[in-house]
């Protein structure tokens, strides 16, 4: 018995936000008892998607290619900026593309190698900072880099080029600062000769690659999601079943219990009125605010019953996503990575990192104001 609940309570921590989302499915049952009409709560296309955008990222990255990508550009730097903006903008640019969270499991861990072997690792902290701030706001200018992008894109109708021009300003302020942060430290002459770890299959990354096309086509809406996700797990029953172990399933599972959550309350008559009342004409600032405390996935859930106030919504839960650790998801990931290479410097990375991502919000934030 005692080797279950060590297991559970182990499975808790690590799914803080799945764990949380399901307490709230299960008490809002209480309100609104299960009928027919839970089935209409699950935005199906937007799990299918995020399922092969998971296949997708995971196949890629399981055949070395972000690392291959990292080593080449390293290999051409001789000082410790140059190493550390590109290790930097490695994420920023990859998110857009593979979402923030693979973005980072992939260069963090790499940035950390580099810096041992180039003899740099008091650089970790900045790097680490850095490397996380900016998997977060690369990763807002497309729909495919992070989950709540690729929600709040399916909700609200835009297209494509339409959403990357809303948050195209907020992007490029966001690679100026991150740029001008990662000039701060000091540079000195540095050499390190960085090969990847693995050699991935070329059959295999054609594969993967034509997958993402397919995900794209899903993207400009020109294939339905539910049939590209059909196709790639087919693909992966036939060609990779371990690698559908590895998938964040936890993260469709939380998606699932806010859904519900969030149509259970829908259906409550005071809780709407009141949340479409706060939310009227300061969509921006209740998003950003809303995801400190939960983070802006479950924010971008919760909130987009309540208003249809698409690009306001886009923008408050994109920039939600600096602020405090758990302002966004990924966060952690950086943090889980640096704490158990570095425990005794975890206060410190606290420290700059709040200090660095509130300074970005406070920036981003005045921008809004300015463009808006």
Same mark, same amino acid.
Request: hydrophobic content about 55%; glycine content about 8%.
């Given at each position: 018995?005692?080797?279950?609940?060590?297991? %559970?309570?182990?499975?808790?921590?690590?799914?803080?936000?799945?764990?949380?989302?399901?307490?709230?499915?299960?008490?809002?049952?209480?309100?609104?008892?299960?009928?027919?009409?839970?089935?209409?709560?699950?935005?199906?296309?937007?799990?299918?998607?995020?399922?092969? /955008?998971?296949?997708?990222? *995971?196949?890629?990255?399981?055949?070395?290619?972000?690392?291959?990508?990292?080593?080449?550009?390293?290999?051409?730097?001789?000082?410790?900026?140059?190493?550390?903006?590109?290790?930097t903008f490695l994420p920023f640019f990859v998110s857009m593309l593979v979402t923030n969270d693979v973005s980072l499991i992939t260069f963090v861990p790499f940035g950390l190698v580099v810096l041992e072997m180039a003899g740099c690792e008091r650089l970790a902290i900045p790097l680490v900072v850095l490397q996380t701030a900016a998997a977060n706001l690369g990763s807002m200018l497309t729909p495919m880099g992070n989950p709540q992008n690729l929600y709040l894109y399916n909700r609200s109708g835009m297209a494509f080029g339409s959403f990357c021009l809303l948050l195209a300003?907020?992007?490029?302020?966001?690679?100026?600062?991150?740029?001008?942060?990662?000039?701060?430290?000091?540079?000195?002459?540095?050499?390190?000769?960085?090969?990847?770890?693995?050699?991935?299959?070329?059959?295999?990354?054609?594969? &993967?690659?034509?997958?993402?096309?397919?995900?794209?086509?899903?993207? %400009?809406?020109?294939? %339905?999601?539910?049939?590209?996700?059909?196709?790639?797990?087919?693909?992966?029953?036939?060609?990779?079943?371990?690698?559908?172990?590895?998938?964040?399933?936890?993260?469709?599972?939380? &998606?699932?219990?806010? &859904? /519900?959550?969030?149509?259970?309350?829908?259906?409550?008559?005071?809780?709407?009125?009141?949340?479409?009342?706060?939310?009227?004409?300061?969509?921006?600032?209740?998003?950003?605010?809303?995801?400190?405390?939960?983070?802006?996935?479950?924010?971008?859930?919760?909130?987009? #019953?309540?208003?249809?106030?698409?690009?306001?919504?886009?923008?408050?839960?994109?920039?939600?996503? /600096?602020?405090?650790?758990? %302002?966004?998801?990924?966060?952690?990931?950086?943090? *889980?990575?640096?704490?158990?290479?570095?425990?005794?410097?975890? #206060?410190?990375?606290?420290?700059?990192?709040?200090?660095?991502?509130?300074?970005?919000?406070?920036?981003?934030?005045?921008?809004?104001?300015?463009?808006?």
């Amino acid at each position: 018995m005692k080797k279950y609940l060590d297991r %559970a309570l182990a499975f808790a921590k690590s799914e803080v936000v799945l764990c949380a989302a399901a307490v709230l499915a299960v008490l809002s049952m209480a309100a609104v008892p299960p009928d027919r009409g839970y089935l209409d709560y699950v935005d199906w296309d937007t799990l299918a998607l995020l399922f092969s /955008l998971m296949a997708v990222s *995971k196949g890629l990255q399981g055949q070395g290619v972000f690392d291959a990508l990292g080593a080449a550009l390293l290999g051409r730097l001789s000082t410790t900026r140059q190493m550390l903006l590109v290790l930097t903008f490695l994420p920023f640019f990859v998110s857009m593309l593979v979402t923030n969270d693979v973005s980072l499991i992939t260069f963090v861990p790499f940035g950390l190698v580099v810096l041992e072997m180039a003899g740099c690792e008091r650089l970790a902290i900045p790097l680490v900072v850095l490397q996380t701030a900016a998997a977060n706001l690369g990763s807002m200018l497309t729909p495919m880099g992070n989950p709540q992008n690729l929600y709040l894109y399916n909700r609200s109708g835009m297209a494509f080029g339409s959403f990357c021009l809303l948050l195209a300003p907020y992007a490029a302020a966001s690679a100026a600062g991150i740029a001008l942060l990662a000039l701060v430290p000091k540079s000195e002459k540095m050499h390190a000769e960085v090969k990847p770890e693995q050699q991935g299959s070329p059959r295999r990354i054609a594969l &993967f690659a034509a997958l993402g096309a397919v995900c794209l086509l899903c993207i %400009a809406k020109l294939l %339905a999601p539910l049939a590209a996700a059909g196709l790639t797990l087919a693909v992966l029953l036939v060609v990779d079943r371990p690698l559908l172990k590895k998938l964040d399933y936890a993260l469709l599972a939380t &998606f699932v219990a806010f &859904f /519900l959550f969030i149509g259970n309350m829908g259906r409550l008559p005071a809780f709407s009125a009141f949340l479409a009342g706060a939310l009227a004409g300061r969509e921006v600032e209740v998003a950003v605010l809303a995801s400190q405390v939960i983070s802006n996935v479950p924010a971008a859930l919760l909130l987009a #019953g309540y208003s249809s106030n698409w690009p306001a919504l886009i923008v408050g839960c994109d920039l939600g996503g /600096l602020g405090t650790l758990i %302002a966004s998801m990924a966060s952690l990931i950086s943090y *889980k990575f640096f704490a158990r290479r570095y425990p005794a410097q975890k #206060g410190k990375y606290l420290l700059w990192f709040t200090l660095v991502n509130v300074g970005l919000l406070a920036v981003l934030m005045v921008l809004y104001y300015l463009v808006r």
